[in-house]
């Protein structure tokens, strides 16, 4: 059974990475008993909602502050 830390490993990399059938099979196990790392899952799926509803682009504004352009 997972730890609480490799299941918010496994999580975060879930966000860059498909998992492989014995990782995400682990970590469905570890939320289903795991109140904690359930929360924690919530949490990272908000404010990956919230990045991605952030209107511009963050290249975009990168590229104003290096130029000296103000918004």
Do not use: V
Request: with cysteine; net charge positive.
């Amino acid at each position: 059974m997972l730890k609480c830390r490799e299941a918010t490993r496994l999580m975060s990399e879930a966000q860059d990475r498909e998992l492989e059938s014995g990782e995400h099979l682990s970590l469905r196990l570890h939320l289903m008993t795991c109140r904690g790392c359930r929360a924690y899952r919530r949490q990272m799926d908000f404010l990956r909602a919230a990045c991605r509803a952030f209107p511009g682009k963050p290249d975009e504004a990168a590229g104003d502050e290096e130029s000296g352009k103000a918004r």
